[in-house]
């Protein structure tokens, strides 16, 4: 089955800086590649995914995404964060089975 | 419906009760997911269904926690004996296809919050 890492698990930044949230996953077949965001007191939304084509993926409200296949990985990005960013972001990955998720990033944007 | 709905949204129980959440997934949607989520844990694997069946259910914690689904729609998850470890947002989730079967995008209730005292 395949599992998936997230770094820094807490993240506190200013307005306007860029934010780049890592991910990790091991899982040796064709995967499906997602981030969701969780604002505080809101259900999980889906921020953007990769199936296949083209490796940088763009999302909702300025976030992309880049799947580096040689690195196992699907980092996201944001060039200039808002205080609305505050959030919690969640990688997730599907295989052939479950679609699972690495423990999160909490994201603290200070205005 | 529009969304994947969860009931009840809140729930408080006795330690030693049983309950029961609901999940309405989206019409059409053929794979259904439960996963839990506890504070500082992130989002935990439960089962996974296809039609009625579930061909993954090795998330669940204890035989305490079992789940059906009914008529490829419905589905519901129930506690036995609850325990105050089991606190935490109960999410369902539901998609066209499920995995293995092409590309396709998992879409999330808003959960159940289940508190034990």
């Known amino acids: 089955a395949q599992s998936v890492s997230q770094h820094n698990h807490h993240v506190i930044l200013s307005e306007a800086a860029s934010l780049e949230l890592g991910c990790n996953y091991s899982?040796?077949?064709?995967?499906?590649l997602f981030w969701y965001v969780q604002y505080p007191g809101q259900h999980l939304q889906l921020l953007l995914k990769?199936?296949?084509?083209?490796?940088l993926v763009k999302g909702i409200k300025g976030f992309e995404a880049e799947f580096i296949k040689s690195k196992f990985s699907f980092n996201l990005r944001k060039p200039s964060v808002q205080w609305s960013d505050t959030a919690e972001y969640f990688c997730?990955?599907?295989?052939?089975?479950?679609?699972?998720f690495g423990k999160g990033n909490q994201v603290v944007v200070i205005p | 419906g529009a969304g994947v709905s969860q009931s009840p949204s809140n729930k408080v129980t006795e330690k030693g009760k049983d309950v029961e959440l609901r999940c309405d997934p989206i019409?059409?949607?053929?794979?259904l997911y439960w996963y839990r989520q506890s504070l500082g844990q992130g989002l935990e694997f439960l089962i996974y269904?296809?039609?009625?069946?579930?061909?993954?259910k090795s998330g669940l914690p204890s035989d305490r926690f079992s789940a059906e689904r009914t008529g490829g729609s419905v589905s519901t998850l129930t506690i036995q004996r609850t325990q105050q470890e089991d606190s935490a947002v109960y999410l369902c989730?539901?998609?066209?296809?499920?995995?293995?079967?092409?590309?396709?995008?998992?879409?999330f209730g808003e959960g159940s919050w289940l508190t034990v005292v």
């Open positions: 989730a539901s998609s066209l296809r499920g995995p293995g079967q092409g590309a396709d995008t998992i879409y």
């Open positions: 899982y040796g077949g064709t995967v499906n």
């Open positions: 990769y199936f296949s084509g083209d490796p």
């Open positions: 997730a990955v599907r295989g052939n089975n479950r679609l699972a």
């Open positions: 019409s059409g949607h053929t794979a």
């Open positions: 269904f296809q039609g009625n069946s579930a061909p993954d």
